[in-house]
């Protein structure tokens, strides 16, 4: 049922599209906090349940793998426990350093790596086989992440409409792809950001629409480009 109320959703935004808009793929601005979103930038704040990669240099016996706890903490060797949550890897390296050497180290040299960036999660929804919530370890696209869903639904599933729903300036945007497009190299494969929500159409969304003209309400949610 989930998975039919989110295809619905997805459906009535469709519909109310411009038809060029709905025919062809749009693109969408990054999020606000794009740069947040990487595990690989500079700037990227860690998260709860992020996997973290400790090390000190010539110390192997403190390099470890460790995971956030909801509180945004990690416990280590030598210096317990320490906030890792909402620190870039830099600053928590810092951090580090500066525990060792408070009591034993003269001259530590800390790299803290983000592993698995599992604060930053996609929701992948609608006429898919495994429709939930994913970590995005990586920069995805989003035929990757409909995969991290177990693909389109062969039953169920239009994949010329594909809907992406993003928070851009504060406010919810929405753009729509088609996978047959992406596939054959006619269309570009959009990058996938944290929190982004995808929802695969079902083939029998508009009967769909015909059931349920109640939820119309929800486009005052969404801005399509």
Do not use: C, W
Request: proline share 7%; no cysteine.
């Amino acid at each position: 049922m989930r998975r039919l109320m989110s295809s619905l959703a997805a459906a009535v935004v469709l519909a109310a599209a411009p038809p060029a808009l709905a025919a062809a793929n749009r693109t969408l601005p990054a999020p606000d906090s794009a740069a947040l979103l990487s595990p690989a930038a500079a700037d990227y704040r860690i998260g709860s349940q992020d996997m973290l990669e400790i090390n000190v240099f010539g110390i192997e016996e403190l390099k470890r793998d460790v995971q956030v706890d909801s509180g945004g903490k990690v416990i280590l060797p030598l210096v317990g426990q320490m906030q890792a949550g909402g620190r870039t890897p830099g600053e928590f390296a810092r951090d580090l350093e500066t525990a060792l050497k408070a009591k034993y180290m003269k001259n530590p040299q800390v790299i803290v790596t983000v592993k698995n960036a599992q604060s930053q999660r996609v929701t992948i929804d609608g006429a898919v086989n495994k429709p939930g919530v994913y970590p995005l370890s990586g920069p995805t696209t989003l035929l990757q992440a409909i995969s991290l869903g177990g693909g389109p639904d062969q039953k169920l599933a239009n994949v010329k409409k594909v809907a992406v729903f993003r928070q851009v300036q504060g406010k919810r945007h929405a753009a729509f792809f088609d996978l047959n497009q992406i596939r054959n190299g006619k269309a570009e494969d959009p990058q996938i950001y944290g929190n982004d929500i995808v929802v695969v159409d079902t083939s029998s969304g508009s009967r769909f629409i015909q059931n349920f003209q109640g939820l119309f309400p929800i486009l005052g949610l969404f801005r399509p480009f």
